[in-house]
């Protein structure tokens, strides 16, 4: 007879093959059953060897009738493409509390005796498919028990072929960069998912290619091998990288998670270092590898290219095409003769504060981004200028600079940054013109009298202004070390002022055959005061006249007066000629001559020439000159007691000529 059968799971579901469920195996079991000692539930679960044949309970063939039994069958739906059968999948079932374990092949049903106590089961399989457990799949056995497991198997995905894929990143073209370069991109990639479900990515491999190497030879020279996701350094950094050589990548066990249906980029840095070989290197860097998981299914991700082929070190990822070039180079220089030294008028605009000489080798045009001009100073001095601005000749060219800023005590700067670059055609020089002006008295009353030079990167008197000079290649777009002739681009001294007295000199009479006379009433000197609008004016205090000239005698003395416009000497003396001819004679006055902003004032310059030499046969010259900054000096209306200014060097010497019969 069956024993009744008691069900612990009823599940109906169609197979591939056929139908189980809700069917009594009593027509599948015989009926019949041994009379003995040993045929009830009670004495086969008991412990006790009952008929004395050295088997307990179900290990006794006569307690056969009371094993547990379950019916496992599977189930493989094909909806997205995959290829599984039943029997491509594991089974196994743990019994008896764990103390039994049953392997087997998927099918369509499999009858198992198993032990009474717990169980469950399991399965194992490849590719991409998830495993649904029916209800009757676990659960406690007990003797005369019956049960039915179904397992089906769902492929989430186009197997294996729709779901992870890699690819160069086509955004990024092939670059080029010189020796020398600090972090720099090389090779630029793609990781792209299907719609299905995230990705939890562990690791990215990439390879070297067989021209990479750190040491010496004819190769690309790179270190601090490292990729960046969304500009962040994800994993280690690689200091020597050689060549042929995979790099694995990870971020301290902290997976990246690509969202379904999205792409993200990786980027690989390197240094490239002197020595590399000025050639084009051909994709440097493959990628070859990445280990990653679905975020729910947890399946391991197979990664693809996109032409469905698994990308291995055998099927890489080709990266860009890195050339290493003999870049451009740019030669800074200070024009030194513009401006000379001057006296600025506080109040000015449009004044010429230096001008500066951009040359590039013949390589290639060569694009100036951005210069950092500085003003230095004598300690104390304020920022007295503003609206700096460069020209190319009488073009204003870009923006005006910033304010100036003070760096130090002695050092303000000004930055100025080129929406149009300044262009430097190769195998030329370019000339560009600072210009600037220069506050009023009443803004800044501290700006007068002060000293300034306006230069390039001399706060620390280095010989590379690249980080005074921004400059680039146009071809490469690389950027460029800058050079100085001199180190340090300096232009002359500017002196902000008040007012500025300006001399000029004429002849009086004839130039030529002149009659030698006691009253002799040579020249003019003319003094006039500029000042900005609501300034002062100049005191006039002395000069000196530097003379020379065959008509001056040999060691005898001669008379040199100043008259002012109503014939009054205002100052005179008596001076031998040696001291004339050597040191110049100084006429100073016994009160400073006050020169009113925006005016004149002429004085005629006299001399004694009755006992001038007259040389036989020849005509007798004689000049007079303002021969240094120092030939007159002057001060700021007001502040002749405890002010001396002197000329502009620009506008020395002036020097006037007259010849006697």
């Not at 019949?32 to 044949?53: K, M, P, R, V």
């Not at 307990?56 to 019916?71: E, Q, S, V």
Request: charged share 15%; net charge neutral; aromatic share 8%.
């Amino acid at each position: 007879m069956f024993k009744k059968i008691v069900p612990i799971g009823i599940l109906l579901v169609v197979l591939s093959m056929g139908y189980f469920a809700d069917k009594n195996l009593a027509s599948a079991v015989s009926s019949t059953s041994s009379i003995n000692q040993e045929n009830t539930i009670i004495l086969c679960s008991d412990g006790i060897d009952n008929d004395s044949n050295g088997k307990i309970d179900l290990d006794d063939k006569n307690c056969a009738d009371f094993t547990p039994l379950i019916l496992i069958g599977t189930r493989v739906v094909n909806n997205n493409g995959g290829t599984a059968t039943q029997k491509d999948f594991n089974l196994s079932i743990s019994h008896g509390n764990g103390n039994f374990l049953t392997s087997f092949q998927g099918g369509t049903s499999t009858l198992l005796t198993l032990r009474s106590g717990n169980f469950s089961a399991t399965s194992s399989f490849s590719g991409k498919y998830t495993a649904t457990y029916g209800s009757g799949c676990s659960g406690n056995l007990i003797l005369d028990s019956y049960g039915e497991c179904l397992i089906v198997f769902n492929d989430i995905l186009n197997a294996k072929r729709d779901q992870f894929f890699g690819s160069k990143n086509t955004s990024f073209g092939n670059p080029s960069y010189s020796p020398s370069n600090q972090s720099v991109k090389i090779g630029s990639f793609n990781l792209s998912v299907s719609s299905l479900e995230n990705i939890e990515v562990s690791n990215i491999t990439i390879k070297t290619s067989s021209e990479v190497n750190t040491s010496i030879g004819n190769n690309l020279k790179i270190q601090n091998l490292k990729i960046k996701i969304n500009g962040n350094t994800w994993g280690k950094t690689v200091p020597t990288v050689s060549k042929n050589t995979a790099y694995s990548f990870s971020n301290s066990g902290v997976p990246y998670i690509i969202s379904a249906g999205t792409t993200i980029t990786f980027d690989v840095y390197v240094e490239i270092l002197n020595g590399s070989t000025i050639t084009q290197f051909n994709s440097p860097i493959s990628f070859i590898g990445s280990s990653a998981v679905g975020q729910v299914s947890r399946l391991k991700e197979i990664l693809e290219d996109l032409n469905l082929v698994d990308i291995s070190k055998n099927n890489p990822v080709l990266g860009q095409d890195v050339t290493v070039v003999s870049v451009g180079a740019l030669n800074a220089a200070i024009d030194a003769s513009i401006p000379t030294e001057q006296q600025l008028i506080l109040g000015s605009t449009g004044v010429t504060l230096a001008q500066f000489k951009f040359s590039a080798n013949n390589v290639e045009d060569i694009r100036v981004d951005s210069i950092r001009i500085t003003a230095s100073t004598s300690v104390g001095a304020p920022s007295t200028f503003s609206n700096l601005q460069f020209y190319d000749g009488t073009v204003a060219v870009g923006p005006k600079g910033t304010a100036l800023v003070a760096s130090s005590t002695r050092f303000f700067t000004s930055d100025f940054s080129f929406a149009n670059s300044l262009i430097v055609p190769k195998n030329t020089t370019k000339t560009y013109t600072l210009k600037g002006d220069v506050t009023l008295y009443a803004s800044s009353t501290n700006s007068h009298n002060k000293f300034y030079n306006f230069q390039i990167n001399s706060a620390d008197n280095s010989p590379n202004l690249i980080g005074d000079i921004k400059a680039y290649g146009v071809t490469y777009n690389i950027q460029l070390p800058v050079s100085a002739t001199p180190t340090t681009l300096q232009a002359n001294t500017q002196n902000a002022l008040r007012t500025k007295l300006t001399p000029s000199m004429s002849t009086l009479g004839a130039t030529s055959n002149r009659v030698r006379t006691s009253v002799d009433d040579i020249g003019t000197l003319t003094l006039s005061a500029a000042g900005a609008p609501a300034d002062t004016g100049a005191e006039f205090k002395s000069v000196n006249f530097l003379f020379s000239g065959a008509a001056i005698p040999n060691s005898t003395t001669i008379y040199v007066a100043l008259v002012d416009s109503n014939g009054s000497v205002a100052t005179s003396t008596n001076i031998k000629t040696s001291i004339a001819t050597s040191s110049g004679v100084v006429l100073t006055l016994s009160n400073p001559w006050l020169i009113s902003k925006g005016f004149s004032t002429v004085f005629k310059v006299r001399v004694d020439s009755s006992n001038f030499a007259n040389n036989p046969s020849s005509s007798d010259g004689l000049s007079w000159q303002l021969a240094s900054t120092s030939a007159i000096v002057w001060a700021t209306q007001g502040s002749s007691s405890v002010e001396s200014l002197g000329l502009e060097k620009r506008i020395i010497p002036i020097t006037n000529t007259v010849s006697y019969q």
